[in-house]
């Protein structure tokens, strides 16, 4: 591994021994503090993104490590049109790791081919957003203790949500016994190549419903995502729609004990915020443990562990 | 039966779907060859119904690999003195670099200077290719 541009740039093997590594951190955290002494990673983001680059900062700062970066385009040497490839010629030589966030799809592997320091995409347009999936997977792992044998609900938009899409790929790629249920409006169901490719072409079971309350019970995990106004042709099937796919203390009800409620965040309503208290509410935790997924992947592309 | 029309050396591209004989012509860049080129189109066919063709003359050692990546189902003649030498189906290149171009506005190739547009083959049956950057689906023009 020497950059990580697709969640499906890692074997099993590969996350396995990310996610424990991202355990061991956690656990102890000082074994870690200066492990990257006189390292820097570089956070180039020509969108903001408050959250994921604060994430990477705050791991590279848990190891010992310096940052430098820009966070929007417009104060980035992209306002004056220099290439991908040329800003990732000149950071090389300023960091030892650059984690990269572009409105552009494949902006991060443009510049993996043009760098020489590990490359790590911390999300491309629509396109992929690896350490998201690390971020999940991790949080499956450690609050259920494994990543086989689920039934996993996704709730919401699955049209336009890659985090579901990328989550989606590889737990069907590398975990067994895993059963997907989609809960979505017609207007914003799964894509047909997930279903057709990813899943039925595997033999893995999914299926699909309208509304949260039909499913909700079945559920290890349910994996909230935003419905967007606009992405609805009018403003009455959004009005008509949305409060079925907004989760409240009432639909959790049904859930099992144990279920875990998790988001990529940033939420806007489609958790209520009465739901936070719940103990099965994980979302929290989940933005936690990305940091801490986040320092076992620098580690790792930095040849250190 | 194929009618080659008096052409004694050259290639007849057969059965490309029905429409898409310029954007080949095109692609090939037989414009900046002086050969004579037939372009055929709404062939009756047997089995399409109508279909384009292509007829080169006097041009034999043209790369056609691009072929694939337009039209997999189109036919390949090579005519050596009015005779069909070889009749074959174009091959599917596992990447093709610099000649089809990825349609996604939100791609990385609508912006980035110097980047030269590259598939890779993602399913050999379909003859499916795919962006290496944003990963879109190539949409042929035609079929
Ligand atoms: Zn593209």
Redesign the pocket.
Known sequence: MKHLISPLDLNKTEIDELIAIGNKMYENPKDYSSICQGKKIATLFYEPSTRTRLSFEAAMLNLGGNVLGFSSADSSSAAKGESVADTIRVISAYADIAAMRHPK??APMVASQHSSIPIINAGDGGHNHPTQTLTDLFTIKRLKGRLDNLTIGFCGDLKFGRTVHSLVQTLARYYTNIKFVFISPEELTIPSYLKKEVLEDNNIPFCEVRLLDDAIADLDILYMTRVQRERFFNEEDYVRLKDFYILTNAKLKSAKEDMLIMHPLPRVNEIATEVDEDPRAVYFKQAELGVYIRMALICRLLGLL | MLNIGGLQDGIVLDHIVCGGAMAIYSYLELDKYDCTVAIIKNAKSKKMGTKDMLKIDGLADINLDVLGVLDPNITIDVIKNGVIIEKRKPLLPKEVTGIIK???P?????IEQGIK?KFKLVNETTGLY???????AFKRRHG
């Open positions: 799809e494949g | 990825c349609q996604n939100r791609c990385i190739t609508s547009h795919r962006c290496v950057y944003c990963e879109q």
